[in-house]
């Protein structure tokens, strides 16, 4: 849908007759718009959908917002009207910075979030949200998660210079350090690999990380991006939170969070679970890295930033997919 077609949108739903809308910088998913009407200014988000990628992500972040809403849980911007034929949301414009760097403070605000949400998990609004992307349950399904991406990413055609230094990293190291890993997990993990009651499931934002939020001009932390969220594996969600590349979060600081969230989410083995999944995810991470490689990722990156033609983005991504991989790994 054109930025045009955008705006008759706006303008045909109450929106006003003049609306202004310019690209909120770089985005990763989505075509992110920041839309001025008079004196008000709003979020507008376009989102991005492949046949390689079924997720909906547009229905899936409209059921997040409004459980948090309706659960009285504000660290997020307001959800200010959704167009499902149209596929975009607008949301409300929040001014400030986003985190350059973790602290303890932030950690606890971050987890904070997580707990409010948590604690609305017996609510009926609860019950229909969807599972998360990529849910895991079980050992084995996070450990088939990374399978799933390893195999995506031995599908890199070789189109240019940066392309095949990918294949020769995936083939070369990524594969093979993945395929020594997966047997020490398979052999660490107890006999019987067991799936998580529902109590011990947590209502997760998905993609949790300092990338996905921003410190308002009120000094509160506000949190965003939740096209992946729903029910899923507490370790999971805390596994990617550490690993995730944008805002580092220090491994050292798994105390603190695990001390917080303690008696609200997880079994007695959380612990245990984070420490055997972490290396699982900083896996993950690496291949998420590599996901330019590939045609929905290429396609996704050309979606939410059309006027960008930046393919020394493959060079960045290699060189983090690496030097990610050797801090992790060696």
Not at 66 to 75: E, G, P, V
Not at 258 to 274: C, K, V
Request: glycine share 6%; hydrophobic share 40%.
């Amino acid at each position: 849908m054109s930025d045009s077609a955008l705006i008759a949108t706006l303008q045909r739903t109450g929106w006003g007759d003049h609306i202004h809308l310019e690209p909120l910088g770089v985005t990763g998913n989505n075509h992110v718009l920041v839309g001025r009407a008079g004196d008000r200014s709003f979020l507008v988000k376009q989102y991005f959908q492949h046949p390689d990628d079924r997720r909906n992500r547009f229905e899936t972040e409209r059921a997040f917002y409004t459980f948090l809403w309706d659960a009285n849980i504000r660290s997020v911007p307001e959800p200010m009207a959704w167009y499902p034929e149209e596929r975009f949301a607008v949301l409300e414009y929040v001014e400030g910075e986003k985190p350059a760097t973790a602290t303890p403070g932030l950690l606890r605000e971050a987890i904070d979030f997580l707990v409010a949400i948590n604690r609305q998990r017996k609510a009926s609004r609860a019950r229909s949200l969807p599972l998360a992307s990529e849910a895991c349950f079980a050992v084995a399904e996070h450990l088939a998660i990374v399978d799933r991406r390893i195999e995506r990413l031995g599908k890199i055609v070789p189109e240019s210079s940066w392309h095949k230094a990918a294949i020769k990293f995936v083939r070369d190291t990524l594969a093979p350090t993945w395929t020594a890993l997966r047997e020490k997990t398979e052999r660490t993990t107890p006999a019987r690999d067991r799936t998580l009651a529902e109590d011990e499931r947590c209502i997760s934002p998905s993609d949790f990380g300092f990338h996905n939020t921003i410190r308002s001009s009120d000094g509160r932390l506000r949190f965003f991006d939740f096209e992946y969220a729903g029910w899923d594996d507490p370790a999971k969600t805390l596994c990617d939170f550490f690993c995730q590349p944008a805002v580092p979060v220090p491994n050292e600081w798994l105390p603190i969070a695990l001390e917080s969230i303690r008696g609200e989410l997880g079994g007695a083995d959380l612990e245990a679970r984070i420490r055997l999944l972490l290396p699982v995810y900083r896996t993950k991470w690496c291949c998420i890295m590599l996901n330019d490689f590939l045609p929905a990722g290429n396609q996704r990156r050309a979606f939410s930033n059309p006027h960008l033609q930046d393919k020394s983005r493959w060079s960045r991504q290699l060189e983090k997919a690496v030097g990610s991989h050797q801090q992790a790994f060696s």
